[in-house]
């Protein structure tokens, strides 16, 4: 990215990173019950959400690049 800003590409496995890892920690709490959750939920929630806040301007400059794909869409929507 610092070499080519407008790389697609980068931008989207730069983001990729860390909406992954966002995306890891919510399926597993997703798949929590009711008392595990009551345990670590929120906690777990707050590193997704972190996770989400960092890939958040990769996925912002995508969208100035490519506003109607669905790669940067559906991230974007999953954040916001």
């Given at each position: 990215v610092a070499l080519d800003p407008s790389s697609f590409?980068?931008?989207?496995?730069?983001?990729?990173?860390?909406?992954?890892?966002g995306a890891a920690i919510m399926?597993?709490?997703?798949?929590m019950d009711?008392?595990?959750?009551?345990?670590?939920?929120?906690?777990e929630e707050a590193k997704a959400a972190k996770?989400?806040?960092?890939?958040?301007p990769f996925f912002?400059?995508?969208y100035t690049?490519?506003?109607?794909e669905m790669q940067v869409l559906s991230p974007l929507a999953t954040i916001y």
């Open positions: 590409d980068a931008q989207y496995n730069l983001g990729a990173v860390s909406f992954n890892k399926t597993k709490v997703n798949a009711l008392g595990e959750y009551n345990k670590k939920g929120k906690e996770e989400f806040e960092k890939a958040l912002e400059k995508l690049m490519k506003p109607k």
